[in-house]
């Protein structure tokens, strides 16, 4: 059998091999101190056997970086209380009446401004570090290398769980995009109340019979009605917009035969659009398309996520597109973590975007490490979305 004798004055490690009658028999014995006060544990002839022949020369970790494409039209807010609020004041673009020398003026009404409360969505996930293979040996041995590994591996663990987190604020994201309801596990659904102009099937809302497919419907008069919508309702001044298209939309798009006669003419550029660039946050940017009085900017997002059964969905409603401006004004907004009295250094705060918990658990025997955020995606200027279904 092999012996492994740990020497705890040096935290190091010394591989003895013992022939005996014992070899080819799997045994397990206590920890016991010899005379030295050297700390003999008996393991396994087949665990022994790898110790000595293998070695891992190459890791494969599956892990893939969080995409952020909806995210980035949503600037980070953090609050320390609990709740967030916001506040509307909806605005005019009218004009000044001229009146009679010597009459009175034109008394104008103060607008009311609308205050609305939420309570961000709370995410809790965590993990044992008890669990992992090398918790056990590197508090019992208190090697540096392998209290080193145990840090790496809590590290990547925890990645992977605020991972899960980030994916749950960019869904947050495309939902209040694509249809302005987000929609929660306990049913308990925040609803922003986009008007339904801002949400057409079809152009002019209609239906299947004005999908980008049909032959006579024009592309383009979408994007103008989504740049005219946005403008006039949403109050946006810019001429710019970022157009999000699901991928069976563009396909629609750039083989509906309107579209090609329009950029088959000579000496007038109203686009173009070339190979795809991918940004750092997903998106992929494929060019700039001119369309009435207004320029557009055409994107596709292909990343997703998967639910509890591994089945894969985009963010990204493929028969839809959504137009922005490019400068919008929406929030993701963090409120405070519940938090007791010792969590932390200031007793009860718990600010922050993420906040990271640990604790024993006695009662169970685990030593418990948690992420905590509790974030709402809030499209403040609501009428600047505008989302179109355009293929069936």
Same mark, same amino acid.
């Given at each position: 059998m092999l012996s492994i004798a740990l020497f705890p004055e040096q935290?190091?490690?010394?591989?003895?091999?013992?022939i005996g009658t014992a070899i080819g028999v799997a045994s397990l014995a206590l920890p016991k101190l010899n005379k030295e006060g050297v700390l003999f544990e008996t393991i396994g002839f087949d665990q022994a056997r790898a110790v000595l022949?293998?070695?891992?020369?190459?890791?494969?970790?599956?892990?893939?970086?969080?995409?952020?494409?909806?995210?980035?039209?949503?600037?980070?807010?953090?609050a320390r209380t609990r709740y967030v609020s916001i506040e509307t004041k909806r605005g005019t673009e009218k004009v000044a009446s001229d009146v009679l020398r010597g009459t009175k003026g034109n008394l104008n009404q103060?607008?009311?401004?609308?205050?609305?409360?939420?309570?961000?969505?709370l995410y809790k996930e965590g993990i044992n570090i008890n669990e992992l293979e090398?918790?056990?040996t590197a508090f019992g041995t208190l090697d540096p290398s392998l209290l080193a590994q145990l840090g790496v591996e809590t590290a990547e663990e925890m990645d992977d769980i605020? *991972?899960?987190?980030?994916?749950?604020?960019?869904?947050?994201? @495309?939902?209040? +995009?694509?249809? /302005?309801?987000?929609?929660? *596990?306990?049913q308990d659904n925040i609803d922003?109340?986009?008007? @339904?102009?801002? +949400?057409?099937? /079809?152009?002019?809302?209609?239906?299947?019979?004005?999908?980008?497919?049909?032959?006579?419907?024009?592309?383009? +008069?979408?994007?103008?009605?989504g740049g005219d919508f946005i403008r006039q309702v949403g109050k946006s001044q810019g001429d710019t917009y970022n157009v999000v298209i699901g991928g069976n939309a563009l396909n629609a798009m750039l083989n509906n035969p309107i579209w090609q006669e329009k950029y088959k003419m000579f000496n007038i550029t109203l686009g173009e659009i070339g190979l795809p660039q991918r940004n750092s946050v997903g998106g992929t940017l494929h060019g700039q398309i001119s369309a009435g009085s207004y320029k557009y900017n055409i994107w596709t997002y292909t990343d997703g996520y998967e639910d509890d059964s591994l089945v894969f969905h985009k963010y990204m409603d493929d028969d839809k597109i959504i137009i922005l401006p490019t400068q919008t004004n929406f929030r993701l907004a963090f409120g405070q973590i519940p938090m007791l009295p010792g969590m932390t250094p200031a007793g009860t705060s718990g600010a922050g975007s993420y906040v990271l918990k640990e604790w024993i658990d006695f009662e169970n025997t685990n030593h418990r490490m948690e992420?905590?955020?509790?974030?709402?995606?809030?499209?403040?200027?609501?009428d600047q979305i505008y989302t179109q279904k355009v293929v069936a």
């Open positions: 935290a190091s490690f010394e591989v003895l091999l013992g022949t293998n070695t891992v020369v190459a890791v494969y970790r599956e892990s893939t970086v969080v995409t952020s494409f909806f995210r980035s039209f949503f600037p980070t807010v953090t103060r607008k009311r401004s609308t205050l609305k409360t939420i309570d961000p969505p090398v918790y056990d605020t *991972s899960k987190i980030e994916r749950a604020y960019e869904l947050q994201c @495309a939902q209040a +995009l694509l249809t /302005g309801v987000i929609t929660l *596990s306990n922003f109340k986009r008007k @339904a102009a801002s +949400l057409p099937d /079809g152009l002019a809302n209609g239906g299947a019979g004005t999908y980008w497919t049909v032959t006579t419907v024009d592309p383009m +008069l979408s994007l103008i009605a992420i905590n955020s509790a974030g709402i995606a809030i499209p403040l200027a609501i």
